[in-house]
Every structure is written in structure tokens, then in C-alpha cells.
């Protein structure tokens, strides 16, 4: 088969052709180094603070859309047939500044700067997806982004004022919108990218099948969805990951499907496309989707690679978990399903076949008598990793409890199941006494770890707490609130 050995993209306002590029090359280093627009910052190089924000364009579905991303923990091979568009971009009718800089000088949004560009391109992608925000959605788009200067009130009154100075109609993302399109049409690729040295190689799969054939090749290759934890691999431990197969391109691990009795998610959507999805299926879900990192990381990071990384503190499989998820593994010569919960070994080792790859995630709906809820601790609110993560689901029938899924994250070497606290609760009756001894047995199951996050202590009393906090906030001491949610 015939590969293609480079990547193509737009930046900004000109076509980029880049022969033999490092799979590790980051597109922050490419803006600041070889492209000199410093106007991209290096604050954390892990995807916290967000002075490296840019904006991404890419097809989906024959679309164009654009979104908040963190440029230091996204490779430059992943951006073949995108857009990148920075700071140094935007501007206004007749070479003014941008509407959205604009009113972060009007309302003093700025002190040292460093991080204003950040968060001038995080507002940016906020007022072209929504030009009339509340303040609840301003702060949810700047989630991302750290200032220590400010103390934001003044970003946010600004993000607020954007369209007295201008409005999307009139932005160039908007009336260039059907040009850049059929500019991204033309270059997307064809054929397999391979691309960079041997110990760096790229690899660009042209879709799922080739995939497939790609990890057979390569059994031990690095998939890299979102990058958003293999960025720190590279940022931080300089850890060596050739061959990368990169997958966030391809439009048949992106589905999401809702049938009469399940959500099926394909592994390459994002938290932020999931979002809409996930909030319709599983309400309870919608405050901790928002608790998910930052928005730039929701953009980028995907539900399958936050399963296939296996980590005990991923936010995502305590509460899959606890709605009974399967995962679906494909590689070349066929594909299998298991439950969510075995695809979990021990510490860093998931059942994992050599050439598998997650290929999607099922989650069954909600049935009669069901009563959720989801939980992450964490020492700040937002943008934060969890210290302990759970998903409780528990099923109520003629007021008496017949069946509990109760999963944790952070409390073992892999997310796991609470099994002395289920056995606790089936066929005993709903009320505070059932949820006493649950509560007592949650302690039995676990011996978690003490680190800078939490202390083993404090992760075994807030697991117990949580399933305590569980029924208090679903029975509301009221017999009313308990009927609703059992009928």
C-alpha cells in the first residue's frame, strides 16, 4: 500500500506541507519555534493553565468545526487536514483588534498578559459557539484557564460585553467558513500517513480497518486518542512512545448511537461531543461531565482513551461501571465485548489482546426503579484529577432494594466494584439503616493508597461517606422524594 509521508494543514491563513515530522513533535513548539507566533505561551506544558490555547478546526460529518485546545499536549502529526488558528489571527474591521480583545481591554481582563491570549482564544471559541453566554457558561469555558493576577471577575464582565464590539457574522472563521471548507475537503488524506525517523514514526490509520491492520504491525505501538495523558508522557517524563498511531481523525470510531435499551459510544468522541448525548440518557451524569478537567481537555480527550488507559483515578469508569458498560475490543480478524468492569486487570494492565484497540463503549439505559447519582472528590473544583471517584446505581422495587452497582475510583489499583457494600443493600429494605451497613462495609473493600492527593484514611472515609450522602440526597427525608425515584 501506498503511504503518504507527510502531513498537511492549515495555519492560520496559509497552507503548511511538513515532510518527516516526530511523532512527539507537540504543535506548541511548532508555533513558538518554527513558526516564531509566540504569542501561544508555555505555562505548565501538561494542559492545566491554558496559555497555550488555540483553536483547531477539523470535518466532522462534511462540517467544519472549531475547538478550544491545548497546544502543548497536542502533537503536530495529529493535525493533518485541520485548521490551526491562533492568537495572532484575530482581528477586527479594519485591522482593529478582535471583539473579544477589545472587551478584555475595556474591562481590564488583562494584568501581566502572559495568560491573556489563552484565554482570549477560549472566549474566542465561546462566542462563535454561543455569542450570548451566561455567566455559568463563561466560567464553564474558562474552566481551562489559570490567572494569577486578576482574579477573573473582570475576564468573565468581559466575556459577558463581547458583542458591543462585534458579532460572529462579521468573523472571519464565519465568512471564510465555506472556503476553509472546501480547503480542509481537499487535503485530507487518501492513504495511511507514515511519517517522522524510526524511533519517532507517525502513523495516521485512514480508518478503522486500517487500524486494524496498523496494530497488527505494530502490536506494541502507543495509541494516542486526545493525547491528553500521553502529552505528559513526552512533556514531563520524556518518555519514549514510538511508534504513535494516532486515531482522533477517524470518523468511524465517532458514533453515537441511541437505541431503545443502550447509549453506544464510539471510542474516538469526545467528552464535549458526548456531552449532549450523555446529558439526555443520564441526567445525573450532567454536573460531573462538566467536572471532567478543563474545556480545552474535553475537546480533546476521548471516553475510550480515558478507559483504554486504564488508570484507577480516570474519571469516566466508576460511573460507566456502575450503569453495567461493556466495552467492545476490535482488531484485525474480529472483535469482542466483556463488561466494563473486567476489562480492568491490575495496575496498568487491562484484557488487552495484542492488536486490540477499544473500538466503542455500551452503556444500558436507565430501567424502572432506577436511582443514580455520580461523585468526584477533588482538592479544587474544577480542572482538577479526582481523589476518589464513584458511580452508585441502585435499583428499588416495591421499596425494597434488588439490585446496587457501586464502583470507585482512586480506593484501588484499578476502578472496582464495592461487592460488600452490594451485598449490603439487595433485599434489604430503602432507609438510612441499609445504607448504615453498606456504608460500614465500603471500609472492607478496599485498602487504598496514601499520596499527595489523599490519604488512605481519608479515601476509605469518603467512600463510606459518599454512599451515606447517596441516600440522603435521594430520599430528601421526605417518603415523597423516595416513592418518585423507586416508582
Not at 194 to 206: M, N, Q
Not at 469 to 478: N, V
Request: hydrophobic share 40%.
Amino acid at each position: 500500500m501506498a503511504h503518504q509521508t507527510g502531513i498537511r494543514f492549515l495555519l492560520n491563513g496559509k497552507d503548511i506541507v511538513l515532510e518527516d515530522v516526530k511523532a512527539t513533535t507537540t504543535l506548541l513548539d511548532f508555533l513558538r519555534l518554527e513558526q516564531r507566533l509566540t504569542g501561544t505561551k508555555e505555562g505548565c506544558a501538561e494542559g492545566d493553565c491554558g496559555a497555550c490555547t488555540v483553536l483547531v478546526g477539523r470535518l466532522h460529518n462534511g462540517a467544519l468545526r472549531y475547538e478550544a485546545v491545548n497546544a502543548c499536549i497536542r502533537f503536530l502529526a495529529s493535525l493533518n487536514g485541520c485548521h490551526v488558528v491562533t492568537v495572532e489571527h484575530l482581528s477586527g474591521p479594519g485591522g482593529r483588534l478582535h471583539p473579544v480583545q477589545q472587551a478584555m481591554v475595556e474591562y481590564h481582563g488583562s494584568q501581566c498578559g502572559f495568560c491573556t491570549p489563552g484565554f482570549v482564544m477560549s472566549l474566542y471559541a465561546l462566542w462563535m459557539e454561543n455569542p450570548q453566554p451566561n455567566e455559568a457558561e463563561v466560567e464553564t469555558a474558562v474552566q481551562g484557564n489559570l490567572c494569577r493576577c486578576t482574579g477573573y471577575e473582570p475576564i468573565v464582565k468581559a466575556a459577558l460585553a463581547v458583542n458591543q464590539y462585534g458579532t460572529p457574522a462579521n468573523d472571519y472563521l464565519t465568512t471564510e467558513r465555506d472556503s476553509l471548507t472546501a480547503k480542509l475537503k481537499a487535503i485530507q488524506p487518501e492513504a495511511r500517513v507514515v511519517t517522522g525517523p524510526e524511533d519517532d514514526r507517525a502513523i495516521l490509520p485512514l480508518d478503522a480497518a486500517d487500524l486494524a491492520e496498523v496494530l497488527a504491525e505494530n502490536p506494541k505501538a502507543t495509541i494516542v486518542a486526545g493525547s491528553t495523558d500521553v502529552g505528559l508522557w513526552v512533556t514531563k517524563f520524556m518518555k519514549p512512545i514510538s511508534p504513535v498511531v494516532f486515531v482522533a481523525h477517524l470518523e468511524d470510531l465517532k458514533a453515537v448511537e441511541l437505541t431503545d435499551d443502550a447509549l453506544t459510544i464510539g471510542a474516538g468522541v469526545t467528552y464535549s461531543e458526548s456531552e449532549e448525548a450523555i446529558r439526555d440518557a443520564f441526567p445525573h451524569l450532567s454536573a460531573y461531565w462538566d467536572r471532567i478537567a478543563g474545556w480545552q481537555v474535553r475537546n480533546m480527550g476521548t471516553i475510550g482513551g480515558n478507559i483504554a488507559n486504564g488508570s484507577p483515578i480516570g474519571d469516566t469508569p466508576p460511573v460507566l461501571i456502575s450503569l453495567g458498560a461493556e466495552v467492545t475490543l476490535q482488531k484485525k480478524g474480529g472483535s469482542r465485548t466483556l463488561p466494563l468492569e473486567d476489562f480492568f486487570i491490575d495496575y496498568g494492565k487491562q484484557d488487552r489482546e495484542p492488536g486490540d484497540f477499544v473500538a466503542s463503549i455500551r452503556i444500558p439505559l436507565r430501567r424502572d426503579g432506577q436511582v443514580d447519582a455520580a461523585y468526584k472528590i477533588s482538592k479544587r473544583r474544577d480542572e482538577d484529577i479526582s481523589s476518589v471517584a464513584a458511580g452508585v446505581s441502585v435499583t428499588v422495587k416495591d421499596g425494597t432494594i434488588t439490585g446496587a452497582r457501586i464502583a470507585f475510583g482512586g480506593m484501588a489499583a484499578t476502578p472496582k466494584r464495592a461487592a460488600g457494600a452490594e451485598a449490603a443493600l439487595v433485599g434489604q429494605p430503602w432507609g438510612e439503616a441499609a445504607f448504615d451497613v453498606a456504608a460500614e462495609a465500603v471500609k472492607q473493600d478496599f485498602t487504598p493508597l496514601s499520596d499527595w492527593r489523599a490519604s488512605a484514611d481519608y479515601r476509605t472515609l469518603t467512600a463510606s461517606n459518599l454512599l451515606r450522602r447517596f441516600y440522603l440526597e435521594h430520599d430528601a427525608g421526605t417518603a415523597g422524594a423516595v416513592r418518585l425515584a423507586v416508582a
